[in-house]
């Protein structure tokens, strides 16, 4: 097949505006197309050479395109760069010194399709210290081949900006009329796009089986599945009403999303983008590696920022740390994270994407061994809305970010692609930012573990109520605190130990060790939050709630200036909380 019959339709498609048109451009030149190179030819009008999900990119930048096309043209490079400046666009300029070409070739071979392909495919796998003269030389090389329209198509493809705006489900449309038999083929050739996220393998087994080919489609360890998205409900009521009365709730926790592929000893890790971000999850692939016992398999997790001394989860911005290309031993170590499952796709042979929720449940459960950092989402079965509300709650305390309500009806398959009404979210709307520090008192606290072993992993804090003079617990502090300030904390506690929870201590948290409320600490914290375990302004804002700080840190000032009964009051917080809500209602 030449080039010039696909720079040909790249013409016509960048002359319309119909999508109609578009998609009847698209077929004609899919049905064009040898049924061997339907795939190339389809990455190729998207500007790409693979799926996104391969990791690899032709990657040209404009330096090294310019320094080609010189080359190719024979025109000087400061030439082309004047020309550049007014046109914007390196295809265009290149289409037009093409044209003016000084050195002409006398015996040009057409282009194939196969021939661009292929030197674009080795542009992409140059690598090492010859890479950019490789690169440069195999541009230049096939720039010589092309005619002007060709250069200019050929030179916005290998820069990134091809742009024809053919959006994959235009791609579809075209393949189910080109080779479904019309229309009702896009479903069949929709949902092995979603269960393989590669439109050129799709296009691929319906040119060369037609329906049969895309019915028989399945899954396959190594190409991620597009993933399932939940709409949005706001009140238990309605969300049970959804889903028929009855849910699996599990916690929304609050990380990144990640597609685990695991086949034999390879552990693959996609993002929510079905971007390959394995290089970034060593210890994460690590943890797949111990604790996911299936021989294949391809699992869905949260994975979440953990402080390595308590085990608490952290919020979703320390993750952002996690994404770099170097110091990622570093990271790991200051960021650790932990896995949360919650849905399993395929297990060793066995496609579970059309099971129902319950069963790729189960398969979950069965495909891991649960550790302290490789868990199942923790959930609940219900049809009661006070049950529901009260799990919410819980789960917004232990730092998640609400709920995922999941049908288990008749129909609840894995909607790969879709966002739909078999996953409801529920989030947290009340949240309120702090910017302010508090003062609270040292009530309790818990055993460090690991390196905080021998001293506290955390400190129970709370804030006073001076109505019935008791001191009601806001949260639970382990970060802020420096080496020397935790070797001395056990030392200068020690004259306030009790040996049970402090009659003027309210608090529905059980601590390892209990003081005599004395000691106060300024912290700040990331945001306030409903809390049905944190005593501080029970029932203030909501029944069955009080109020929380998340995400607390210390300052590193000891306020030995005040008694426990200057700390921060109860309705100091809860006026913080209204104030900090009222500024997010406004915004
Ligand atoms: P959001 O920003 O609310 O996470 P989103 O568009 O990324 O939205 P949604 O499908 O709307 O995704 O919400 C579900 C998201 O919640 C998933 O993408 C996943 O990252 C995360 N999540 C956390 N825990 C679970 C769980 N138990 N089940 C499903 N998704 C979960």
Redesign the pocket.
Known sequence: MLYSTIADTYEKIEATTKRLEMTDLLVDLLKNTPKEIIDKVVYLTQGKIYPDFVKLEIGVAERLAIKALAKASGIKESEIEEDLKKTGDLGETAQKFMAKKKQVTFFQQPLTVQKVYETLDKMAKASGSGAVDLKTALLAGLLADATPKEAKYIMRTVTGNLRLGIADMTVLDALAIAYGGGKEARELVERAYNISSDLGRVAKAVAEKGLRGVKKFAVLVGEPIR?M??E?LSSPEEILEKLGGKCIA????DG??IQIHKKNGDVTLFS?RLEDISSQYPDAIELVKKHVKAKEAILEA?CVAIDADTGEMRPFQELMHRRRKYGIEEAMEEYPVSL?M??ALYVDGKDLTLELYPIRREALVKAIEESERVKT?KYIITSNPKELEKFFLEAIENGC?GL?C?SMAEDSVYQAGA?GWL?I?Y?RDYKSEMTDTVDLVIVGAFHGRGKRAGTYGALLLAAYNPESDTFETVTKCGTGFTDEDLAKLPEMMKKHVISHKHPRVNSMIEADVWFEPVVVIEVLGAEITLSPIHTCAMNAIRQGSGLAIRFPRFTGNYRLDKAAEDATTISEIVEMYQKQLKKIVES
């Open positions: 993933p998205l939940a949005r599990e916690y929304k926790y990144e999303r929510r949260e949360f919650f849905d989402a970010e995922v999941k966002r996953w979210k989030k």
